[in-house]
């Protein structure tokens, strides 16, 4: 019977090693600055808000206004459509929101603190992740809202709210890494800041945002599915709308999608980071 013995040190390639060591240097550095990523959260919050008389509610008017023009329409106006459209329009639009309004907002982060780059020396990621955690917030309390409405419609979804939780964290870090990515990016290409609003406006209209992947064509689902926020938006939806439990494969997708994007993007942006100090 052998026993497992573990590889001497030296048989690792000092590559290896090395690379090892740095990812080792870096989780340190990140938790050690923990507190630093918080107050940028904060900060972000605070200049949003800043002078607002309502600051926070905003967030939960957004939605309580979108809910009562819906299905009013959809009730009243339109009697047309699939059924409780405004759940359905709602638990697709949130989560698209939070996708758009992170990344639009982290665009142009490093360069709007080129100044604070030049002076201080910090985790330069903690910018476009702050920027994406503190749209988290909102979409937190905007999901609030939607629950006190799903509840009155009798829409329990309270057994699947761990998938729902789920569904938000895969979700944040999706938004991480495409935000570092842009972020990144805008620093040396500039041009970058005026496409990103055509590039969200058009991927708008092919997000299943007003639809239901279900009343697509299929002709042209296949392409939709190409699509990393569909299979977003039917994670929610299978949670908020239906209500009822998503399948293993929808979950190992959306898993797989946050781990390539965070993964990619965040090597892209490290790589980029080197010479943001000049390039700003």
Do not use: C
Request: glycine share 4%.
């Amino acid at each position: 019977m052998k026993v497992f013995e573990p590889v001497p040190t030296s048989a690792v390639p000092p590559a290896t090693r090395k690379r090892a060591r740095t990812a080792g240097r870096k989780l340190q550095e990140l938790w050690d600055s923990r507190e630093l990523l918080w107050s940028f959260v904060v900060r972000d919050l605070k200049i949003r808000y800043k002078n607002s008389v309502l600051g926070f509610a905003w967030s939960l008017l957004t939605p309580l206004a979108l809910m009562v023009v819906f299905t009013f329409i959809f009730t009243k106006v339109f009697v047309v459509g699939p059924r409780d459209f405004a759940i359905l329009f709602l638990a697709g639009y949130l989560p698209w929101q939070y996708f758009a309004n992170s990344v639009v907002n982290s665009v142009a982060v490093i360069v709007n603190n080129s100044d604070l780059i030049k002076k201080v020396y910090f985790p330069r990621e903690f910018l476009p992740v702050a920027t994406v955690l503190s749209q988290l917030v909102h979409l937190a309390l905007s999901l609030a809202v939607l629950g006190v409405y799903l509840m009155f419609k009798g829409h329990n979804f309270l057994p699947y709210l761990p998938v729902l939780l789920l569904a938000m964290l895969l979700l944040t870090f999706f938004n991480m890494g495409v935000s570092m990515v842009f972020a990144a990016a805008n620093v040396r290409f500039r041009d970058i800041q005026e496409l990103t609003p055509v590039i969200f406006l058009l991927w708008f209209y092919g997000t299943p945002i007003f639809y239901s992947f279900e009343m697509v064509p299929a002709g042209y689902k296949t392409l939709l599915l190409l699509n990393p926020m569909t299979w977003y938006l039917d994670l929610f939806r299978r949670v908020l709308y239906f209500p009822r439990s998503p399948s293993a494969g929808l979950v190992a997708v959306a898993f797989g999608l946050a781990l390539v994007s965070f993964g990619l993007g965040y090597g892209v942006f490290l790589r980029l980071a080197r010479t943001f100090a000049k390039d700003v």
